[in-house]
């Protein structure tokens, strides 16, 4: 329904003549911008200004007046100035008295004030009703319309009453009010247009720096190595078959860091024999940040799916399967079929399509409408069940990709194995503590520690 | 726990005894079938009529009295009645005073009346409190259960004790009450099951009519050329090769079709030096269904997708490729690896999967879950730098196909050059007139311009 | 915004001070992972209990205080404990009164009591007002701060404002309420947290007996008959080849199972004459489950393009495309290019792809996100018209698989057709009924009795 409000608004002008003046204190871009979208809306606007002559950047309808004036006219009053201007509020106290106060502002930094502005607006004017609102949508989206990803209005204050009524013109504009409850949480709601993907950061920038290592070890094993000993160029291979590996590695790496933490964890609750400790603070932050370490992970998977499907289309694939072809016409002898040759390739193939599968089934299940659709049972078995399910095949495909090659001393150039070991590290490291940790003799313990059990309690004063 | 509360409601009967007496004036489909399912639900109903002997219509449970007789009974009653008979209600307005009267109705076109129903009900019964709910849910969909799309009932009202008790009895039934906040969202609340994907047709349309044009370029020049100099019958052409040519071409204007907008808005405000003007009102349309744009070339994209991704299962390419080596081998020559053209198709290949990959990405950001969970920062980053870097790579996929072939005589036959070439035009221009407006002489006047600045004041009077 | 909420929460403890005192009776697991989740937050938290000797597992800054003495320094008090000990309340009724007493327990089984525990609690304690709440929170979860998938918390409650102050409490926890509207809904909200997808159990236990059975039937067909006749070892199609016969016929087979009982339906309510009849329990139960049939139908579809699409790659598909050719070129032959097998083979193909696009297109319509923001008219739309369209296409693509193959005998293997072949037989059949039903003289009674209508209204007393 939200998405197109705004043009049915646009059609159905005739409902304006019902709504109640309000007031804007401020005529800069924001307060101009949301005086425009009020007027359209069929709300009589006012703007308190300091000086009151019509300037031509005023919405056509609306009045400007003094700040004394304008408020006197309406029953809310947005204050659509800036924080450090508050103080001229506190002369118009009386005024203001029992009137709905809407605070719109942000700041420049994450947690600049002690207190938020609209905490702080409260204190200035003692007998208004503070809410605070429209921090989140900005002066543009509401000028041109395009108000796709701002449609929701975090909304917060003490007064019930208060908040309905800046509710309703919320909704009034086609925008979606979330009420946040008391003023207490307008700290969180000024910081959170301040944020860009705070909680993603950590994994990009692990991704990148692990994609930085191992393209160059790539580079040097596929590319250098051939150079230096057969005089080949394979240059081309930066294009799709380095990605092609890194994009595979990273994505078990990554995905074995989701499960990392939480076997961390049980081992320290176990040492620990309490879980009334907290964790070490680079735990916390690890596990909090797990949904967006297997994100980043289907990522890499996704592209590894890519890379690999396009792999009979590419014309150095093309001529190298020609020329088997020709040598073997040449030379006149057919190739048996090796059936464990068949068996390892096709096992491999069908351990990656299951393991991508579920990856992409645990991605689908992240989605916020999906997991929101699912009770805490539900969740815990798709994430943790089907989640080691998914690292157990990821790990297998890796395994039966090497297949013989472990081993093979030609795998190995100027000492450096094959980038997919190195791969394989994290994975099985995680998956033998786990299935050690099923074993009843430290899953009893654990699941008891777990209830609130407590093995020294006295450990804990 | 939506998706599963009906049969749970039908494992709970007992909590039929506490629920007040809803009325329902109408024995109509809809009023049979809402109380069908509040006698589900443990609403004991009584039905107003005309006709007060029981039909065998009428759900079990259920009595049917005059309306006066029914209202008394209640303190909800239902309208479920169409607006042309909404005059019999003036004779019961003493008796509906202090009721909460909801509206269900709906319209057969959009904004069919000047006031909406149920503020057209408000006026006639002035003593009611008016409650609009329940017109987006279907008669079938009540009866059967199946109430997937259907479970958002909005609910709006002018008196908010009313609009509760409302929301109540929707919760009641399984359903998910939206608050929309005064009367005056009711016009839009009546509107909104008329719509059959409003914002979709533009789209749609377009990229129907480019098909179109495409389809019959390509097969002018693909099948009937051939088949006229070369009397070869390419027909099957019209299955695969076709369409993975004309899915590209689409997706890569479609998505320029997305920014175009952006970059002429641009240029109208830095002509007109201030951003206070409407836009042209195409403009404006253009801008709102840029998402749906994006989407529809997201669809052609990944059809592309498949029907690259098939071509080595294809009988033709098949046939092809072993004719080639064939008759390599009967001339008894080898090709040497060609690292030029390894480099073209690997790198062509490449930039193609990368731009996919952040395309899909653009797309899963606009789903509104994710994008409700996105702040109005973020969401800029993601669609607009991430967009323009698609835009980028899908454009650079299609110069470096077309390789050397661009000035190439062979292909153009007829005098038509190759259909790609006529997708580049659109993309190109958007993004040398986007790489135009970076320049600090052009983009700080404008940055000045969207944070409200004027050149000439005067001029806007 | 909630995803980030309890860091930022850690970053602005200065909000401490103007919180109400909580009580919470009983210190189990739950009640002090929620006491200590509440004074992070802010409040001042007693703890009301049976032995008020300060254990070392409550949490640092909360007081341990008999439970008349808790319950007095609080306006919310907290029932932390078991059903089974809520007698222990009957005495403090008094000072219970007209306080928030919130229930958070579960149970153990699905409606194991006649009511629920929130309306049990009501009744021991007439003067309180009872507010269900946080039960689908695990202690866990709190203690941990990883609350992904459990942020929602429902709440219902009789009295308004005794549920918007639980409401803000939880918001203030970093959670989501959900208001479930009054104290009936405790019921279901008791159930939810013991549900383990009960929608899915039936379409996954459906396609496990078909996947096993379609395994051993193509085993038999595929491995164990050429080793039997022409001792082959063909054991390695395990791997890939059977999976990728019993995928698409599963996703065919699922697909006509979710169109079949809507054309059941029409049938039984055409030869009632009515629709006010309940369809029969099987039916009912079976048209609630539609959707998961079809995700689960759309997700071996996408399997089988997975499978499909890796074809080129796999050992076994090219050691035999080198063999043909090599035995072409020792023969001295070349095949010309047969257009109908090329017409076929791309048909197929491309008759698979626009079925398997519509198909993804239907899944990404069911995501709750997207279905809540359409219509009943536009879900009706996709997924009955395109729905059936996929399904026509879907059959299509397996007919013209089939191609000349159907009457050929030497694919009958042991008098057992093809897999293929029983895998068109639903979908078949529920294609000609639909067909049947389309003609007016069906269609016409059929939308009069979807509309109320019947044709022998006594019948029906």
Known sequence: MNKNSSNIMALAPNTSNKRETVCIFGTGDFGRALGHKMIQSGYPVVFGSRSTKTSSLIPKGAEVLSHAEAAQKAAVIITAIQRQHYSFLTPLTEILHGKVLVDVSNNLKINEHPESNAEYLAQLVPGAKVVKAFNTVSAWALQSGTLDASRQVFVCGDDMEAKQTVMNIVRALGLTPLDQGSLLAAQEIENYPLQLFPMWKFPILLSFGLAAFFFFYCLIRNVIYPY???????????AISIPNRICPILALILLALVYLPGVLAAIIQLYRGTKYHRFPDWLDKWMLCRKQL???????????VLYTLVIPIRYFVRWRMSNRIISQVLNNKTEPLDTTNAWLSDSYVALGILGFFLFVLLGITS?????????????????????????????????????KRFLSPSSY???????????LIIPCMVLVVKFVLIFPCLDKPLTRIRQGWERNPQYSE
């Open 228 to 238: 230096v000993y057969e005089n080949k160029d394979f240059s081309f291979f930066i």
């Open 367 to 403: 989605l916020p409408s999906v997991s929101n659709n699912v009770n805490w049972r539900e969740f815990r078995f798709v994430q943790s069940k089907l989640g080691y399910l998914t690292l157990i095949l990821c790990t297998a495909h890796t395994l039966v990709y090497g297949g």
């Open 294 to 304: 297997g994100l980043v992970a289907l990522a890499f998977a996704s592209l590894h």
């Open 413 to 423: 150039r100027w000492y450096l194995p094959n980038a997919y070991m190195l791969s």
